[in-house]
């Protein structure tokens, strides 16, 4: 028989013995026998974990109450109202939505009923309209009542018919006859305020199928990158039942949102495993010989905090009623970049709000996952949060390249999985920047690796060329931050390392070549009108207000590396250049002084240059080797360390989950400003 192959990070050690190979007749049985064994084992977990799932759904749903409702204007109502005007606010603050001549109420819910009410709260008919109004009600596609709305806000309880929720969804579509009332130019229907489901008195509900079936697809997969990480099965076990738990509880807690996003969920695992079966190999075989031996139970540790870092982001990300703060903006470019229009214009605030040009890379991302949702907004936040996450695991790799241990490696992902400022960025939709740092710090690793491998080649240096082409691609102030980055290293590696350095050349054609086709096809048009805007530009004449701002952007780099402020950032970069090899810093040089560059525009023009988001992987990689360096030296190391990296955990995870759950918007100052 032929041998079964390995896990990737299974002991492979073991001496195997040699025995007689058995006759095929006195075989047959007893593998017959195996192989049913085997399948019987397989089914007996399948249906305890299904048995398991249909246990905590049922007790989640009933924990809960049977109780739902969702209000215009709280996130929930996107996904379940159609063919409804924009969320209003009248005079107390309330929000409400106008409805149109047909609109439809539609419940994607993820448990069967067997009896439920429906609560709609409406606020009246508009001004003029003679009531009672009569409102023509189809349920599921059927005929079903009419009920007469009058002008005074009421609470409608309507009792839904016992076969309406046997599948979990219902749809409500209400005829209104829209009428138009001067001076709004619209058509208003009835004003809805909000809707409640709820089941009676005695009513068991039970998960979906289908509900069920991604659950057990969340669980399987989970367990897969648990499997191939080599982890030990007692931890695989606890890893179920605590997702099993959790789904659960997901379940119960909102039934209205959780099949949707448990399906976004379920995207977020297979993405996770593609990530893991696709770059392990490579990590292994490239990363790994070209910066020395490692343990595998610390590149095991690596990959954990990997997964940590995207499962952190996309889950909270993917909630359906989050929207980042700029979505509207990336769904207006998104949408005009799919009906053509390669070259985008606006107006963003780092330009004084001056009209420039968009690059379009970070659109060229979303654009194929547009076709897995109806709601661009869904596909482009979960794209740029996944490799955000991605990012933290270049930061490890990096961290190997400029000469830390796998621990540190492990050290640096995690501050950077960790940092507030990460989610800040995140919070306020600034995909294309995050995008460019990640783009940032893969380029970086490019020329490391480049620079010490012996045998170069033309795919690689291709790669390599693609990658900061996409870089100046990304976002104005991330491809100008990257370009100085490689002209600083590429004027230093020339002046003082020329004959030790014979890379240069490429890097200067790699420069040249790139720099060139991106402003032939993009910035070309705006270069002189940028200029004319700066020279324009009021904010370069100083006077007191010019003082204060200075002041106050001193004082607002504490806020961008809270909570440990900026001291430790500055004491780790150095550690960093003076820890690592000789010929690497000039590459730390070049980003250093790019960032400095920025600073000091950022002090002379007020522009909003984010340099500070810039640095967050190089802080991310001195710390992890400044505590790696103090768990070996001394024995309270891992107390430090545990209360430093707890600090950033416990500030950020609190900003992320505040601003997606509890609506808290995070200050916006340590990035701009």
Request: one cysteine or more.
């Amino acid at each position: 028989m032929r041998k079964p192959h390995p896990r990737p990070y299974q002991n492979q050690n073991e001496e195997t013995m040699s025995t007689p190979t058995p006759t095929p007749t006195s075989i047959a049985t007893p593998m017959l026998v195996a192989r049913l064994n085997h399948w019987a084992s397989k089914l007996g977990w399948l249906l305890l974990l299904v048995a398991a799932l249909v246990v905590a759904d049922v007790l989640s749903l009933h924990l809960h109450g049977g109780s739902y409702q969702f209000a215009m204007g709280d996130g929930v109502d996107r996904l379940l109202v159609h063919h409804f005007h924009s969320v209003e606010q009248d005079s107390q603050g309330k929000a409400y939505r106008w409805s149109l001549d047909h609109s439809t109420i539609a419940v994607r819910g993820s448990a069967l009923v067997p009896l439920a009410a429906l609560t709609l709260n409406l606020g009246g008919m508009p001004e003029h309209v003679p009531v009672p109004h009569p409102v023509q009600a189809r349920l599921d596609g059927n005929d079903w009542l009419t009920f007469s709305v009058g002008s005074k806000p009421r609470a409608y309880a309507l009792l839904l018919p016992p076969p309406t929720l046997r599948d979990g969804s219902l749809d409500l579509e209400w005829f209104t006859g829209a009428t138009h009332v001067p001076p709004d130019p619209r058509k208003l229907g009835i004003r809805l305020d909000r809707v409640s489901l709820r089941w009676l008195d005695g009513s068991l509900a039970f998960p979906t199928w289908t509900v069920l079936a991604m659950q057990g697809l969340v669980i399987a997969t989970a367990m897969a990158m648990a499997w191939y990480l080599a982890l030990p099965r007692w931890s695989i076990m606890v890893i179920a039942a605590s997702l099993v738990v959790a789904l659960g509880w997901l379940v119960g807690s909102n039934i209205l949102i959780a099949g949707s996003w448990l399906a976004r969920i379920l995207v977020t695992n297979l993405a996770l495993l593609g990530l893991l079966w696709s770059v392990a190999p490579c990590l292994r075989r490239v990363v790994l010989p070209a910066a020395g031996a490692a343990p595998q139970p610390e590149l095991r540790w690596l990959w954990l905090v990997t997964v940590l870092a995207i499962a952190l982001r996309m889950v909270v990300m993917l909630y359906p009623p989050f929207e980042p703060h700029d979505w509207y903006i990336h769904r207006k470019r998104i949408v005009d970049f799919l009906n053509g229009a390669f070259v985008l214009y606006d107006k963003p605030a780092e330009f004084s709000t001056r009209l420039t040009v968009v690059p379009p890379a970070p659109y060229l991302f979303f654009a194929p996952f547009t076709l897995l949702t109806s709601n661009p907004v869904v596909a482009m936040q979960g794209v740029y949060a996944f490799l955000d996450g991605v990012t933290a695991l270049l930061v490890g790799v990096m961290t190997r390249f400029f000469g830390g241990s796998l621990r540190a490696a492990g050290v640096a992902a995690l501050v950077f999985a960790l940092f507030p400022l990460n989610f800040t960025a995140l919070w306020w939709g600034f995909g294309p920047q995050v995008i460019g740092q990640c783009l940032t710090v893969l380029f970086v690793l490019f020329v490391l690796f480049l620079a010490q491998t012996p045998l170069l080649t033309r795919w690689a240096w291709g790669l390599a060329g693609l990658v900061f082409t996409l870089l100046l691609l990304s976002h104005v102030g991330a491809g100008i931050l990257g370009g100085f980055l490689l002209a600083g290293y590429l004027a230093l590696i020339w002046g003082f390392r020329r004959n030790e350095e014979p890379r240069w050349k490429g890097w200067g054609l790699t420069m040249v070549t790139s720099g060139a086709a991106v402003t032939l096809l993009l910035y070309s048009t705006v270069i002189a009108m940028q200029l004319d805007g700066l020279s324009s530009n009021q904010r370069l004449a100083w006077d007191a207000g010019d003082i204060f701002r200075v002041q106050w952007t001193l004082a607002s780099l504490n806020v961008s590396f809270a909570p440990v402020g900026v001291i430790l950032p500055i004491l780790s970069i150095a550690f960093l250049v003076i820890s690592t090899r000789p010929a690497h810093r000039w590459l730390l040089a070049g980003w250093l002084a790019s960032a400095g560059l920025f600073f000091a525009v950022d002090l002379a023009t007020g522009l909003q240059v984010r340099y500070a988001y810039f640095l967050v992987p190089l802080f991310a990689v001195g710390l992890g080797m400044v505590l790696d360096g103090y768990l070996t030296r001394h024995r309270v190391g891992w107390v430090v360390a545990g209360c430093l990296i707890g600090i950033v955990g416990v500030v950020g995870l609190h900003l992320w989950g505040a601003g997606i759950f509890g609506g808290i918007k995070p200050s916006l100052r340590g990035l701009t400003h």
